[in-house]
């Protein structure tokens, strides 16, 4: 009993009133739970502490990139056009295509990529043209680039249903190889695969379902290998 002097209390309590123990079990598991609860605070607010340091580091990294000209998020968002701002639309009707490994050029009349995700606002393209929705005047642009080791052109033709038959050459380029080669005659051997571009842009007017269409002297000479290279669009002015 006397190394038992613990139980004691107990007993005179259980004497006197029997609820005595359990409130103050609960009151200990109380603080204890309390004691649980703000270490778990203090825990998460140092995970979140954490977390807020990892992304100031990760922001910073990034502001990094971009004022210090760093390119490679800029050719990133250049390489995937799906990156576009999509809830942006243009005030005006505009049209931008570009070649592809999907398009099949007719001999002299160039085909436009529809895989390349290409920019079409009030305007369509069909069967190799660009067809107008709107009336009004347009700035109209391409550039090809291409090998030949003959005089190559490159041309804008329009087509109106004003005007039944030919179509109306709008703007026309023609590149001549360089003559150096042709002096040291080796004009055949070393011009096969001189590779130049040609870009024509002017201003037009069209009228609703004008179309117009991107002509060569032979659209085999076309270097297809990336899509930017080759380029048709138009937009109202
Ligand atoms: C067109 O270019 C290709 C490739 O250079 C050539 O093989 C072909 O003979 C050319 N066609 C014409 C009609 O000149």
Redesign the pocket.
């Known amino acids: 009993m006397p190394e038992c002097g613990y139980p004691s209390p107990y007993v005179v309590d259980t004497h006197a009133n029997r609820p005595p123990l359990p409130p103050r079990l609960s009151r200990k598991r109380q603080r204890l739970g309390a004691a649980q609860t703000l270490l778990f605070m203090l825990v998460s607010l140092a995970l979140f502490g954490m977390f807020i340091e990892a992304y100031l580091i990760y922001h910073f990294h990034i502001s990094e990139y971009a004022t210090s000209g760093s390119s490679s998020k800029l050719i990133a968002d250049v390489n995937s056009p799906t990156e576009r701002p999509s809830d942006v639309l243009p005030s005006k009707p505009v049209a931008h295509l570009t070649g592809g490994q999907d398009v099949v050029h007719k ?1 002299h009349i160039m085909a436009w990529s529809i895989n390349a995700d290409p920019t079409l606002y009030e305007m369509d393209y069909k069967d190799r043209c660009l067809v107008f929705q709107k009336e009004g005047y347009y700035h109209v642009y391409s550039k090809v680039y291409f ?4 005089p190559f052109e490159h041309s804008i033709h329009w087509r109106t249903k004003r005007y039944k038959g030919k179509s109306i050459p709008l703007l026309s380029s023609t590149t001549h190889p360089e003559s150096s080669h042709r002096k040291k005659g080796r004009y055949h051997s070393f011009n ?1 695969d001189q590779k130049s571009n040609s870009y024509l842009g002017g201003v037009f007017h069209f009228y609703k379902d004008d179309a117009i269409f991107v002509h060569v ?5 076309i270097v297809r290998s990336k899509p930017f290279e080759n380029i048709f669009g138009a937009f109202m002015i």
């Open positions: 001999s090998f030949s080791s003959e096969s002297s032979n659209s085999s000479q």
